[in-house]
């Protein structure tokens, strides 16, 4: 599909939701697209009466790390390596944001015979 992504799943706390928690499973994720993928971070950080901009904030400016990184290697490929993004907040505005890269078993640097990576 056109993102060249897929979300493996959202749960997040959503007190207008009858469960109390927003949830996408991985079949609803891979169904994301460049028009619903803003909707479905938007749920992720929306607790049912605020969005969190300052998580999203923090995600992003963690995101733009990990990006600074990886463009600063001479050569990289990352092959279905996933993103995991978590946050936590309480009532006051106080929160924690973290963002990992997982599944490195295709995370390379160089092809087994020490051949540079130049395409995707």
Not at 4 to 25: D, E, T
Not at 39 to 60: E, K, P, Q, Y
Request: one cysteine or more.
């Amino acid at each position: 599909h056109d993102l060249g992504v897929s979300g493996a799943g959202i749960r997040s706390f959503n007190s207008l939701k009858s469960c109390g928690h927003y949830h996408m499973n991985k079949m609803q994720g891979r169904e994301l697209t460049t028009d619903t993928i803003q909707d479905a971070f938007r749920m992720f950080f929306f607790d049912g009466s605020r969005l969190h901009v300052a998580a999203i904030n923090s995600i992003l400016k963690q995101l733009q790390t990990i990006i600074e990184l990886i463009q600063q290697c001479v050569s990289v490929r990352l092959y279905c390596c996933s993103l995991l993004l978590v946050y936590e907040s309480d009532h006051n505005g106080k929160f924690k944001a973290d963002i990992w890269i997982i599944d490195f078993a295709e995370f390379q640097t160089r092809s087994g015979d020490g051949e540079i990576y130049s395409g995707p």
